[in-house]
């Protein structure tokens, strides 16, 4: 998936070559992120912001009814979203 995944993204975005890392550097720059996160990073800025109770969810998926559904997986090659996407939750008290 993921080699199908960096071809996707070598041609939609007209990359100079099929690489990881030109991927990665390419959606950083070009969608204005400052970092990038891993799950066990996310889990601690947040917690280190006050959040408990951090559980991490599909996509789509939530034990809160208004958090569901929200990403339309159909604007990407099937399973593509999936793989760029993590979703934590948690409870700032």
Request: hydrophobic fraction near 45%; avoid cysteine; proline fraction near 3%.
């Amino acid at each position: 998936m993921q080699e199908s995944y960096i071809k996707w993204a070598t041609d939609a975005f007209v990359l100079p070559y099929a690489d990881a890392v030109v991927v990665i550097n390419n959606f950083v720059r070009d969608w204005g992120h400052r970092f990038i996160y891993d799950v066990p990073t996310l889990r601690t800025a947040l917690a280190h912001a006050g959040f408990t109770d951090i559980t991490q969810y599909e996509l789509n998926r939530s034990d809160a009814v208004a958090l569901r559904g929200l990403e339309n997986e159909a604007r990407m090659p099937g399973g593509f979203l999936r793989l760029e996407t993590m979703t934590l939750e948690g409870t700032r008290r």
